[in-house]
């Protein structure tokens, strides 16, 4: 698979970093981005049906962290590729670090965040 073959959605209330991960994908060809700027709004879209194949998510959100985030997302979505970005990936908690990817919102991004969703879409 490439890219357009599956939704991607990207989880950041930082809207300058939900645009800037989303014109970096798309730049890689990927057009089918789903963007939410609040994780609440993101799981109402859960609750309508959104089924996206990836999903990316900033750590620290109001509401809830990012891996409380993504647990939720994965209630709703079997199979999920999960990814969580964060300026400190050392904040990170999760009982299983090897359950999500995290990209250091710091350290080569632009990089390695489409380099990773292109492996998965092999």
Known sequence: MGPNKNTIMIVDDN???LELVADILQMEGYTNIAKYNDPLDAVKAFCNGESPHIVISDYNMPH???TEFLRIAERFVSNLTSVIITADPLDV??????????????????????????????
């Open 93 to 122: 908690e999760c009982s299983n670090s090897n359950q999500w990817r995290i990209f250091d919102k710091n350290v080569n991004l632009c990089k390695e965040l489409p380099h990773y969703i292109s492996s998965i879409h092999k």
């Open 64 to 66: 809830f962290n990012g």
């Open 15 to 17: 809207v300058i970093m």
